[in-house]
């Protein structure tokens, strides 16, 4: 079973950049997919971005591409979410997630283990 803890996030202006990050321990981090995903307040989680296990192929929401780079350090169990430009559009909760599925998934329930969430906050 795979823990997922989630650091990096804060209070940032409309423009700057955070990292965030997420350690795993315990489980087969680096065969499985990982995935960011968000939940602003009074909306339901949606899907951010996502990467394969080796790093090779990743995957990014229409509203990030561009601004936010998702990868991974196989040898330090984390995976990472470099965020720049952000807008007040960004804020949220942010979730790692992980997934043994061969196809790396973009849908939450395609996810088998979740961390608690980090909060990102983007002032105008």
């Known amino acids: 079973q795979v823990q997922l803890v989630e650091s990096g996030g804060g209070l940032v202006q409309a423009g700057g950049s955070l990292r965030l990050s997420c350690v795993a321990s315990?489980?087969?981090?680096?065969?499985?997919?990982m995935g960011w995903f968000r939940q602003a307040p009074g909306k339901e989680r949606e899907f951010a971005a996502a990467?394969?296990?080796?790093?090779?192929?990743?995957y990014y929401t229409d509203s990030v591409k561009g601004r936010f780079t998702i990868s991974r350090d196989n040898v330090r169990n984390t995976v990472y979410l470099q965020m720049n430009s952000l807008k007040p559009e960004d804020t949220a909760v942010y979730y790692c997630?992980?997934?043994?599925?061969?196809?790396?998934?973009?849908?939450?329930?395609?996810?088998?283990?979740w961390g608690r969430g980090t909060q990102v906050t983007v002032s105008a």
């Open positions: 997630a992980a997934s043994v599925r061969v196809v790396v998934p973009l849908a939450s329930y395609e996810y088998d283990y």
């Open positions: 315990r489980g087969t981090f680096s065969r499985s997919s």
């Open positions: 990467i394969s296990w080796t790093g090779g192929n990743t």
